[in-house]
């Protein structure tokens, strides 16, 4: 009850959602809602964390191609790719929002079915340890966490 949380998007209208929705389960009084470009370094004035999450853009330039319609009719573009190999967004924010964590803080990312070693390769480059994966009820590896030191 005395957490409090900070959602973040580049996307005012999906700003806008999660404004209604914690207005909805009353929980926009502990909450702060800010427009930011997850690629780009956090400025300092955001603070530290004990966890972030995160479930980015993270389809590849070849999966755009064949999206089904009910996904690519739905979501916006910018909601669904991440990059050439669909990791741009890990690479950034594994990076770049280290200095957003408290010393033994966690990264919690959502990742596309078949990401997972890579995934979990960039947090290992980044001096992330203590990474668990986590399946989905399908049995497919679609999330991972790790720690900061």
Do not use: W
């Not at 999966?63 to 909601?79: H, I, K, Q, R, Y």
């Not at 200095?99 to 001096?127: K, M, N, P, S, W």
Request: proline share 5%; with cysteine.
């Amino acid at each position: 009850p005395h957490s409090t949380c900070v959602f973040a998007d580049i996307s005012g209208a999906a700003l806008r959602v999660c404004k209604r929705n914690l207005q909805k389960y009353e929980l926009l009084s502990r909450a702060q809602i800010i427009c930011l470009d997850a690629l780009e370094t956090p400025p300092d004035s955001l603070g530290k964390f004990d966890l972030l999450v995160s479930n980015p853009p993270y389809i590849s330039a070849d999966e755009m191609n064949a999206l089904p319609v009910d996904v690519a009719g739905f979501e916006p573009t910018s909601a669904l790719y991440g990059g050439f190999d669909g990791l741009n967004f890990y690479r950034a924010i594994a990076l770049n929002y280290r200095c957003a964590l408290r010393e033994d803080g966690y990264i919690l990312f959502e990742h596309g079915a078949y990401q997972d070693a890579e995934v979990y390769q960039i947090l290992e480059h980044c001096g992330y340890y203590d990474i668990g994966k986590y399946k989905d009820l399908n049995c497919f590896p679609r999330a991972i966490s790790a720690r900061i030191s």
